[in-house]
């Protein structure tokens, strides 16, 4: 079994900042891609920023300059630095890892987080 814990979710005023956390724990061997989503009200589920195991890193482009995505492999944790927050950024975010339980898994796992709440007032 595998566990996501995220927090550092909350209340901010637009141009505020605020750190997400998520921990990875279980029955991992290796983690590949960490990365957040976020979904909005009505909306779908959309990728923020994903970092490799390498540390290569992708971001959406509503957030690039603002948001920081990175990893402590020691920690199994990955983390999301918001700086700048709009209200279009109110979401509820959700950690994403693909990973492998065994050295000789011959695919990856793609397990989800329960999702933290962002909310940013005008």
């Known amino acids: 079994q595998v566990q996501l814990v995220e927090s550092g979710g909350g209340l901010v005023q637009a141009g505020g900042s605020l750190r997400l956390s998520c921990v990875a724990s279980g029955s991992i061997f290796s983690i590949n891609d960490m990365g957040w989503y976020r979904q909005a009200p009505g909306k779908q589920r959309e990728l923020v920023a994903v970092i490799r195991s390498g540390g290569g890193t992708v971001y959406a482009d509503s957030v690039k300059g603002r948001f920081t995505i990175s990893r402590d492999n020691a920690k199994n944790t990955v983390y999301l630095q918001m700086n700048n927050l709009k209200p279009e950024d109110t979401a509820v975010y959700y950690c994403?890892?693909?990973?492998?339980?065994?050295?000789?898994?011959?695919?990856?796992?793609?397990?989800w987080g329960q999702g933290t709440q962002v909310t940013v007032s005008s």
């Open positions: 994403n890892i693909k990973f492998r339980s065994t050295p000789l898994a011959p695919s990856m796992y793609d397990w």
